[in-house]
C-alpha cells in the first residue's frame, strides 16, 4: 500500500505579524501561495495517477515505465534492403522473407493503451514465475477473456487468441520481450 502523502503548502505562516497590515506584502503571499497550489501540490498529488500506476499514466509515466522497465515503446527501423519492396495490401503486409523489403524507415507508434498492456505484460514478465495459470491471468488482463496460453510438449507452448490478431500484437511478439513464458521454453502464437 502507497502511504499518503500531504503535499500542501501554506506559505501563510511566512508573514510576520508586524507585516500583517501590509497589504501588497500579503497580496504577494497570496499569488506566490496560489500559483504553489497550483504548480506544486496539484502535480504531486496527480504524479499517483499520470505516473505511478501503470493502469492510468499518460504518455510521460508510459515514458518512465518503459525507462525502468528498460522497453522500448518508441521503435524505429532503417530500411531493409536496397531492393523494391513489393506485396498485398495498403502497407505491403505479410512479407517478411524473400524479395519483399521495407523500403522506408518503420516506426512503430503505440496507442496510449497499448503502452500500457505492454508495460503491464513486462513487468509481469520480470515478476512473475511465468507458470500457465500466472500467464493466463496477465493475458486475461492484458487482452480478455479468450486469449490463454497451453503447452505444447516439452519445453513448448503457444499463446491462443480466439480472434485474428492485431498487428501491434504480433509486432510486440516477434520483436519484443514482453509476452511472459517460462525460462528455456519456445513460444508460438496461434
Known amino acids: 500500500m502507497i502511504k499518503a502523502f500531504d503535499f500542501s503548502i501554506d506559505l501563510t505562516p511566512a508573514i510576520l505579524w508586524q507585516y500583517e497590515d501590509a497589504a501588497k506584502l500579503v497580496e ?93 505484460m513486462r513487468y509481469q514478465r520480470l515478476t512473475t514465475g511465468a507458470t500457465i495459470p500466472e500467464i493466463n491471468k496477465i493475458l486475461f488482463d492484458a487482452f480478455g477473456a479468450g486469449v490463454y496460453a497451453v503447452r505444447t510438449g516439452e519445453m513448448a507452448m503457444e499463446y491462443i487468441f480466439p480472434n485474428p490478431i492485431e498487428p501491434w500484437v504480433a509486432f510486440s511478439f516477434n520483436s519484443m520481450n514482453v509476452f511472459p513464458t517460462p525460462a528455456a521454453v519456445s513460444a508460438t502464437i496461434v
Do not use: M
Request: net charge negative.
Open 28 to 120: 504577494i503571499v497570496k499569488n506566490k501561495q496560489a500559483f504553489a497550489t497550483e504548480n506544486h501540490t496539484d502535480f504531486w498529488n496527480d504524479w499517483y495517477t499520470d505516473v505511478f500506476n501503470i493502469d492510468t499514466c499518460n504518455f510521460f509515466g508510459a515514458a518512465v515505465w518503459a525507462i525502468i522497465l528498460e522497453l522500448a515503446l518508441d521503435i524505429n527501423q532503417p530500411p531493409s534492403g536496397d531492393g523494391i519492396g513489393w506485396g498485398f495490401g495498403e502497407f505491403r503486409k505479410n512479407f517478411e522473407n524473400g524479395n519483399f523489403v521495407t523500403t522506408g524507415q518503420f516506426a512503430q507508434a503505440f496507442t496510449l493503451e497499448q503502452r500500457r498492456i505492454l508495460l503491464k
